[in-house]
Nanobody, 127 residues
Framework: QLQLVESGGGSVQQGGSLRLSCVVS????????IGWFRQAPGKEREAISC????????YSADSALGRFSISRANAKNTVYLQMNSLEVVDTAVYYC????????????????????WGQGTQVTVSS
């Protein structure tokens, strides 16, 4: 059974950085795509970035380009989201999720394709 646990959230000032971690159990990273999503109060959940555990290919939403980067450490079954130049609008609960596929093509924008989700970690950015 796929299980995911996020960590690394917290409170930072605008312009600061955080690195989120997502530890996956129940499957080797090679067989899944891991995505990072976020949900701010009163807003829909949105995709940030996804990575194939198999070949490392990635997809990032426009809002993440240039500030956020996704990476993986297969030996640790862990996926990271490095977030730099954080802005107040980045305040949200951040979730990682796993999809049982090896390709990021056509999947990151469809949360319904992700079979397992972590509990979320809060990121709060203050001005």
């Amino acid at each position: 059974q796929l299980q995911l646990v996020e960590s690394g959230g917290g409170s930072v000032q605008q312009g600061g950085s955080l690195r989120l971690s997502c530890v996956v159990s129940g499957s080797a990273l090679d067989y899944v795509v891991i995505g990072w999503f976020r949900q701010a109060p009163g807003k829909e959940r949105e995709a940030i970035s996804c990575i194939s555990g198999s070949d490392g290919s990635t997809y990032s939403a426009d809002s993440a380009l240039g500030r956020f980067s996704i990476s993986r450490a297969n030996a640790k079954n862990t996926v990271y989201l490095q977030m730099n130049s954080l802005e107040v609008v980045d305040t949200a609960v951040y979730y990682c999720a796993a999809a049982k596929t090896r390709s990021v093509q056509g999947i990151c924008d469809v949360p319904q394709k992700f079979a397992a989700w972590g509990q979320g970690t809060q990121v709060t950015v203050s001005s």
